[in-house]
């Protein structure tokens, strides 16, 4: 949970007398490949293409290949243009005048308002619209106009065809956290929640490596009411609502248990 770190930062700015920029720049988001984890595509770019900068992915027997979310955001379109333009497309608003076009999909799997992360399957690589054979239309603009795409701010190649591998959706395989009780030790329980046996307690300020998260019991502690439990080893699990994870909700990267 996160709830605390807004207070200390408050502080830390009161104590530092560090004054905010009135105007700070919004960064860009951390644009992923738009495929599955350690997946390689091929991209091409090309001066003639129509946005300028759009990418055309392929890769052998794409056809209904699962396409993923480049960044976090909320979907704002999900359209049919039937035999023209981009056919079936996919557009997710990443904030701060950010947008990803996902175009000629076969199929959609997402809904408009939906909010995804990175990984997140949003459709299927198709041949619909004004396609001629089967690939992944992606587009990256900000305020609508069409911009040059870069993946981990890694400017993609303009112009020609560079194979990409996605590292979207990795799993980081474990995260970290440190128990916050106000001074009670915290309970251990065999499972994902208070009806599990206790099989030991850690202290307030313990440093946790949490490898999965799963939902258990609802609690409310510390950063407020969670039903989330955090695994910190074998047959070991803890009340998310007492962890500090940096993280409202699940933390990014980590697993389900
Ligand atoms: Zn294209």
Same mark, same amino acid.
């Given at each position: 949970?996160?709830?605390?770190?807004?207070?200390?930062?408050?502080?830390?700015?009161?104590?530092? &007398?560090?004054?905010?920029?009135? *105007?700070?720049?919004?960064?860009?988001?951390?644009? @992923?490949?738009?495929?599955?984890?350690?997946?390689?595509?091929?991209?091409?770019?090309? $001066?003639?293409?129509?946005?300028?900068?759009?990418?055309?992915?392929?890769? *052998?027997?794409?056809?209904?290949?699962?396409?993923?979310?480049?960044?976090?955001?909320?979907?704002?379109? +999900?359209?049919?243009?039937?035999?023209?333009?981009? &056919?079936?497309?996919?557009?997710?608003?990443?904030?701060?005048?950010?947008? *990803?076009?996902?175009?000629?999909?076969?199929?959609?799997?997402?809904? !408009?308002?939906?909010? =995804?992360?990175?990984?997140? =399957?949003?459709?299927? =690589?198709?041949?619909?619209?004004?396609? *001629?054979?089967?690939?992944?239309?992606?587009?990256?603009?900000?305020?609508?106009?069409?911009?040059?795409?870069?993946?981990?701010?890694?400017?993609?190649?303009?112009?020609?065809?560079?194979?990409?591998? $996605?590292?979207?959706?990795?799993?980081?395989?474990?995260?970290?956290?440190?128990?916050?009780?106000?001074?009670?030790?915290?309970? +251990?329980?065999?499972?994902?929640?208070?009806?599990?046996?206790?099989? &030991?307690?850690?202290?307030?300020?313990?440093?946790?490596? #949490?490898?999965?998260?799963?939902?258990?019991?609802? !609690?409310?502690?510390?950063?407020?009411?969670? $039903? #989330?439990?955090?695994?910190?080893? $074998?047959? @070991?699990?803890?009340?998310?609502?007492?962890?500090?994870?940096?993280?409202?909700?699940?933390?990014?990267?980590?697993?389900?248990?």
């Amino acid at each position: 949970m996160r709830k605390r770190w807004i207070s200390l930062l408050v502080t830390g700015l009161l104590v530092g &007398g560090a004054v905010a920029p009135a *105007t700070p720049a919004l960064a860009a988001p951390t644009f @992923r490949v738009p495929f599955p984890c350690g997946q390689t595509w091929s991209g091409q770019t090309r $001066s003639d293409h129509s946005p300028a900068y759009a990418v055309d992915f392929n890769r *052998t027997d794409d056809s209904g290949d699962p396409v993923v979310a480049s960044a976090p955001g909320t979907v704002d379109r +999900v359209t049919d243009l039937g035999g023209t333009s981009y &056919g079936k497309y996919v557009r997710i608003n990443h904030g701060g005048g950010y947008s *990803t076009y996902y175009a000629h999909l076969s199929g959609f799997n997402v809904s !408009v308002g939906q909010t =995804v992360g990175y990984g997140k =399957v949003i459709g299927w =690589v198709g041949s619909t619209g004004g396609s *001629t054979g089967p690939h992944l239309h992606y587009e990256q603009r900000l305020n609508g106009a069409d911009i040059q795409v870069r993946f981990n701010g890694t400017l993609a190649l303009y112009w020609g065809t560079k194979s990409y591998t $996605s590292g979207n959706g990795c799993s980081s395989g474990s995260g970290n956290g440190t128990v916050d009780t106000s001074g009670t030790p915290l309970t +251990v329980r065999s499972g994902p929640g208070t009806g599990y046996a206790s099989v &030991g307690t850690v202290a307030d300020g313990t440093r946790v490596t #949490i490898a999965c998260q799963t939902s258990g019991t609802t !609690v409310t502690g510390t950063y407020g009411t969670s $039903s #989330i439990w955090d695994r910190i080893g $074998s047959g @070991r699990f803890i009340a998310d609502a007492y962890v500090y994870t940096g993280s409202d909700g699940y933390i990014p990267g980590v697993p389900r248990c």
